[in-house]
């Protein structure tokens, strides 16, 4: 399986979980909290809101472009300090930093 195919599998499974999880969200925060200059929009965005309006947009985005996608790539740390206990959304991001983490 290619990895485009791979990640758009994961970004799925992603969304699955957070569906699981209850931390999908059917509404999008206002249109302020996207002009956040913070990581991870923390000053103006939930984790699981960045993660479902930013992130997870962006990889589509770029998959459609056919664009390159990051090769350094590591949301996890982040995401188990942000969300502790989440273990299952933890399993799903690290598969996709283990994927785009492609070394040199």
Known sequence: M??????????????QVMRELS????????P???????P????????EQWLQWVLIPRMHALLAAEANLPTRF?????????MPGMEKLHNA??????????ED
Do not use: G, H
């Open 74 to 82: 590591a949301i996890t740390p982040y995401y188990e300090v942000a």
């Open 2 to 15: 290619s990895t485009e195919n791979q990640v758009r599998e994961i970004l799925l499974n992603i969304e």
């Open 93 to 102: 991001l690290q598969r996709l930093d283990d994927l785009l983490n492609i």
């Open 23 to 30: 931390l999908w969200q059917p509404m999008p925060p206002e």
């Open 40 to 47: 991870f929009a923390v000053d103006t965005m939930s984790a």
């Open 32 to 38: 302020e909290a996207f002009d956040s200059k913070e």
